[in-house]
């Protein structure tokens, strides 16, 4: 997955996967390796748990640590 957002926002791994496992209900384990960038961050995520992370994330309430993001599928 890409979210709209990095180093710019101070963001850790530890953010990346605390955020994504707790607002769409997986495990970190279910979380890859993660890649933040100035303005973007990837993350790997099982295939089977793409879309509850895209559904919870892009929900109004999906942020990390307040910071409301955009998160998409990427290839």
């Given at each position: 997955?890409?979210?709209?957002?990095g180093?710019?926002?101070?963001?850790?791994?530890g953010?990346i996967?605390?955020?994504?496992?707790?607002?769409?209900?997986?495990?970190?384990?279910?979380?890859?390796s993660?890649?933040?960038?100035?303005?973007?961050?990837?993350?790997?995520?099982?295939?089977?748990?793409?879309?509850?992370?895209?559904?919870?994330?892009?929900?109004?309430?999906?942020?990390?640590?307040?910071?409301?993001?955009?998160?998409?599928?990427?290839?």
């Amino acid at each position: 997955i890409s979210i709209n957002a990095g180093k710019n926002k101070r963001f850790t791994p530890g953010d990346i996967v605390g955020a994504l496992a707790a607002q769409s209900g997986i495990r970190g384990t279910d979380i890859g390796s993660i890649e933040i960038l100035e303005k973007q961050t990837f993350a790997k995520i099982t295939d089977r748990h793409v879309s509850k992370v895209l559904d919870a994330m892009n929900a109004p309430e999906g942020k990390i640590k307040g910071v409301k993001v955009t998160v998409e599928l990427c290839e």
